[in-house]
Structures are given as C-alpha cells and as structure tokens.
C-alpha cells in the first residue's frame, strides 16, 4: 500500500524563474539517471527478491527515490514561472506548450522508457547496478549546481546529491553480505578468470591492483600464448564442476563430436521381426 504525505521530504524554495535551468533539470525527472528511474528500478527489483532485509531496503530507497521525482517536479514547475502568456525564445518552450510543467523527458526531449530499468533477479549484480546508478545521478546533480546561482534551488540540489551519497552507501554495504552468492559464487570457474591480458602495445604499460597480486597472472604476449586455434586443454567432463551436469542430454548442441556415454550395464535391445514376405 502506498500513501501520499502531503509534506515533502525537503521543502522546494525558488527565488526566481530561470526556464533554462528548468529545462536542464528534466534530466533528472525523465532521464536515464533520473528518480523515476532510480524508483521504478529499485522497486521492479524488490518483487524478485527473496531476500526480505534487502527486500526492505530495496522498497525503502525505491519510496523514497518517488519523494525525489516530487521535489525535482516542483522545482522545474516553479522554475517554469507563468505560461500564460510566453515570449517565442521561452528557454523551455515544450513545457510551456504540453503541460505547463515537466513532461516526463530529459532534456534533450528523450521519453522515458522502461528500457532504462536494469533487473536481473541476481541481488549481486542488481546491487552493484544500483550503486553504480546513484553515482551517475550524484554526478549529473553536481554538474547542476555549476549551473545555477538560485540559493533555493542550489540547497534542495544539494540534499538530492547527499541522498544519492547515502544511497550508493547502502548498496555497497549490502554487497558485502552477498559475497559469495549469486554471481559471485559462479565466478572464476576457469584459469582464465584469473588473467589479465596485456592487449594495449607501445610504451606505458600500466601495472595496479587490477592486473597484479591477488592471484592474477599478468599475461604479457596473450596473443602468441593463446592466439590461432584453441589451445586452452582438454575440455572437462559433463559431469564436471562448473558444466551442465548429469541429466542434460543435448551436448551436440555445441560439440557436434561428443559421443554419448553409454550405460555401464545396457539392457539387450529386441530387435523388432521383420514381417514375413508375402507368397
């Protein structure tokens, strides 16, 4: 059950009207970055979890991403000012002409779309989708500020850039209890999960943590060692750890040579007689 509170979660003050400004804050009303984005995502993930802490959090921050979309709506609204009657270089003309405020778009005039929502079902990875994207949507507000010398408008911009902040925190701290689930759990199942393949030639080869320590083994020619047809070893059995299983029988599908084993001990196979030729 949802239930609107009449009180915003931070109160929306404009000194001014500045339709220009308005126009560029559609991006975070309609945007890919945007709250409705932010909540219609949390909120489409939370329905797939299982998991009923992370569920709740999900559901939390998804209500809570609703109350952003408000204020963001409010704020361009009265930045907008009066469309009665408006000048023909109006800054936001397609607002003035729709709705009179903001249309669901961002603001280049791109719809929303339900293609923005990333949701897998796999808490790791949708976590770390979530995380990602309030980092995005802390970026796009601080590149807002640097447009605007509004005070009202600059302090609401600011407290929707330390929500993304507490956001993103969430998120992260939750990952850390999923280590070793989901995708996490599936991960490095080969040697070549841990390699890093020197693919960038000439000088300035970088060496970090992200190529060396840890396991990871620095492949410096990946080209000559592994180049041409595959050489990677001898395939592991169906029933290995990491491949289908026992049980699925289509491993023709992409070994056209595989060779069906047989039962230890086959029962005989009465061949059907031949019907008698007729006389």
Same mark, same amino acid.
């Given at each position: 059950m949802f239930k609107h509170i009449k009180d915003m979660e931070?109160?929306?003050?404009?000194?001014?009207?500045?339709?220009?400004?308005?126009?560029?804050?559609?991006?975070?009303?309609?945007?890919?970055?945007? !709250?409705?984005?932010?909540?219609?995502?949390?909120?489409?993930?939370?329905?797939?979890?299982?998991?009923s802490k992370i569920r709740d959090m999900?559901?939390?921050?998804?209500?809570?991403?609703?109350?952003?979309? !408000?204020?963001?709506? !409010?704020?361009?609204?009265?930045?907008?000012?009066?469309?009665?009657?408006?000048?023909?270089?109006?800054?936001?003309?397609?607002?003035?002409?729709?709705?009179?405020?903001?249309?669901?778009?961002?603001?280049?005039?791109?719809?929303?779309?339900?293609?923005?929502?990333?949701?897998?079902?796999?808490?790791?990875?949708?976590?770390?989708?979530?995380?990602?994207?309030?980092?995005?949507?802390?970026?796009?507000?601080?590149?807002?500020?640097?447009?605007?010398?509004d005070a009202g408008v600059k302090d609401m911009v600011r407290f929707l850039l330390s929500r993304e902040e507490s956001h993103n925190f969430s998120f992260m701290q939750a990952i850390n209890t999923l280590a070793?689930?989901?995708?996490?759990?599936?991960?490095?199942?080969?040697?070549?999960?841990?390699?890093?393949?020197?693919?960038?030639?000439?000088m300035g080869d970088a060496r970090g943590p992200w190529n060396q320590g840890n396991g990871i083994q620095y492949e410096e020619n990946p080209n000559e060692k592994y180049g041409g047809p595959a050489q990677y070893g001898k395939d592991r059995g169906p029933d290995s750890p990491g491949e289908i299983g026992p049980g699925y029988t289509d491993r023709t599908r992409n070994n056209p040579q595989f060779a069906q084993p047989q039962s230890p001990n086959p029962s005989p196979v009465t061949k059907p007689q031949s019907p008698s030729p007729l006389h």
């Open positions: 931070y109160t929306v003050h404009v000194d001014q009207p500045d339709p220009r400004f308005a126009n560029l804050l559609l991006e975070q009303f309609g945007g890919p970055h945007g !709250e409705l984005k932010a909540a219609m995502q949390y909120m489409t993930q939370s329905v797939a979890c299982n998991d999900l559901q939390d921050i998804a209500a809570e991403e609703m109350s952003h979309l !408000e204020m963001v709506g !409010e704020c361009i609204s009265l930045l907008l000012g009066p469309t009665d009657n408006i000048s023909r270089d109006f800054p936001a003309l397609h607002m003035a002409l729709l709705a009179g405020g903001p249309p669901l778009m961002n603001s280049m005039g791109i719809p929303w779309t339900g293609a923005y929502i990333e949701s897998t079902g796999d808490l790791y990875t949708d976590l770390s989708s979530n995380s990602t994207a309030e980092l995005r949507a802390k970026l796009i507000y601080e590149r807002l500020l640097q447009q605007t010398d070793g689930t989901g995708v996490n759990k599936n991960f490095r199942d080969s040697e070549f999960s841990k390699k890093y393949m020197n693919l960038s030639t000439g």
